[in-house]
C-alpha cells in the first residue's frame, strides 16, 4: 500500500496550492479518502473527507476555501486550497480509510506567509 502526497510549498496568504496524492495497493474506489492537517504544537485534524459513495465533508475552518476530490479511474485524491491563511500552515497527510484498514501517506508541508 502507498499513499504519495505532493503539491505543498511554501505561499502567500491569499494564494492557492493544490496538493495531490497517488494511492495505490487497495481498492481505492470504496475507501474514503481524507486530507488530515498537523500543525506544531497541535493534535492532527480533519480537514476534508471523500467518501467511495456520497458527497465531501469540510472542516469548518476551510469550508468556502477547500475543494477534495478524488479521480477513481487514477486512483488519485486532490485538494486544491484557495484563499490560504497563515493558520492553514501545516503538514498535510492523505489518509485512506476503509474496513478494517487505515492507511497514511508521508506528509507534505504546507506554508502560509502572511
Known amino acids: 500500500v502507498q499513499l504519495q502526497a505532493s503539491g505543498g510549498g511554501l505561499v502567500q496568504a491569499g494564494e492557492s496550492l493544490r496538493l495531490s496524492c497517488a494511492a495505490s495497493?487497495?481498492?481505492?474506489?470504496?475507501?474514503?479518502m481524507n486530507w488530515y492537517r498537523q500543525a506544531p504544537g497541535k493534535q492532527r485534524e480533519l480537514v476534508a473527507s471523500f467518501p467511495g459513495v456520497g458527497l465531501p465533508t469540510y472542516a469548518d475552518p476551510v469550508k468556502g476555501r477547500f475543494t477534495i476530490s478524488r479521480d477513481n479511474t487514477n486512483n488519485r485524491v486532490h485538494l486544491q486550497m484557495n484563499s490560504l491563511e497563515p493558520e492553514d500552515t501545516a503538514v498535510y497527510y492523505c489518509?485512506?480509510?476503509?474496513?478494517?484498514?487505515?492507511?497514511w501517506g508521508q506528509g507534505t508541508q504546507v506554508t502560509v506567509s502572511s
Open positions: 495497493g487497495f481498492m481505492f474506489r470504496i475507501y474514503r
Open positions: 489518509n485512506a480509510e476503509g474496513p478494517s484498514r487505515n492507511y
